[in-house]
């Protein structure tokens, strides 16, 4: 991969993010759904950041960052997003977070 062409770009165009990745020429098969799923990584731990920036009151962003980087490690963005999260689900979330606050409020 490293001898490769840059497989993908992202530019600001105003307030838009232009994806593009690279063309693999007109014989490649249609790829999976990678690209949906990465996008949708990248906005989920974009979300839990902001969530918890405004948890912290405003406070750190490099610690919203990480609570929100170690989330999205921890579970999978369907359980991250479920519209109706289950209670043991919702608990362990909750338990994560807390930690994670600890973990990344100790290590700025």
Partial sequence: VAAGPPSASVDRLGTDLLFESCDRGATAEADSDASDRAVGLAL??????????GGLGGGDEDVARCVADGLVHQFSVSKLTDSKPSDDDVAAMQTAAQALYAQCGDSG
């Fill in 44 to 53: 989920t731990r974009t979300y839990l950041s902001i969530a918890a920036f």
